[in-house]
């Protein structure tokens, strides 16, 4: 599967932002999903992931009130909602993909597909 990140941009501390990862191949309903960040000389960081195989979606302490993660499966398209954006949210946006659930969902190694990233800069 190929993904594709999209949404990220210069938005204003406290505002908002939806990112979105198209999928493509025939199986994307198959696969669980999860968004990554990296900030600038930090490493990559689980934000929230979507599993299809249990049902649940799991977010980072620092976004779970304020981030919500969908998925459409008939657009093979993923969804990152952010709000009450913070400046420590600025980061490249990373969206993952895997269908062999061999690992937890926020690791990083979990996950077998990538696409490249999207800036997300919030200013204060």
């Known amino acids: 599967v190929q993904l594709q990140a999209s949404g990220g941009g210069l938005v204003q501390a406290g505002g908002s932002l939806r990112l979105s990862c198209a999928a493509s191949?025939?199986?994307?309903?198959?696969?669980?999903m999860g968004w990554f960040r990296q900030a600038p000389g930090k490493d990559r960081e689980f934000v929230a992931g979507?599993?299809?195989?249990?049902?649940?979606?799991y977010y980072a302490d620092s976004v779970k009130d304020r981030t919500t993660i969908s998925r459409d499966n008939s657009k093979k398209t993923n969804y990152l909602q952010m709000s009450s954006l913070k400046p420590e949210d600025t980061a490249e946006y990373f969206c993952?993909?895997?269908?062999?659930?061999?690992?937890?969902?926020?690791?990083?190694?979990?996950?077998?597909?990538w696409g490249q990233g999207t800036l997300v800069t919030v200013s204060s």
């Open positions: 191949g025939r199986t994307f309903s198959r696969y669980r």
């Open positions: 993952a993909a895997d269908h062999l659930f061999r690992g937890d969902d926020r690791y990083t190694n979990s996950y077998g597909y």
């Open positions: 979507i599993n299809v195989r249990d049902g649940n979606d």
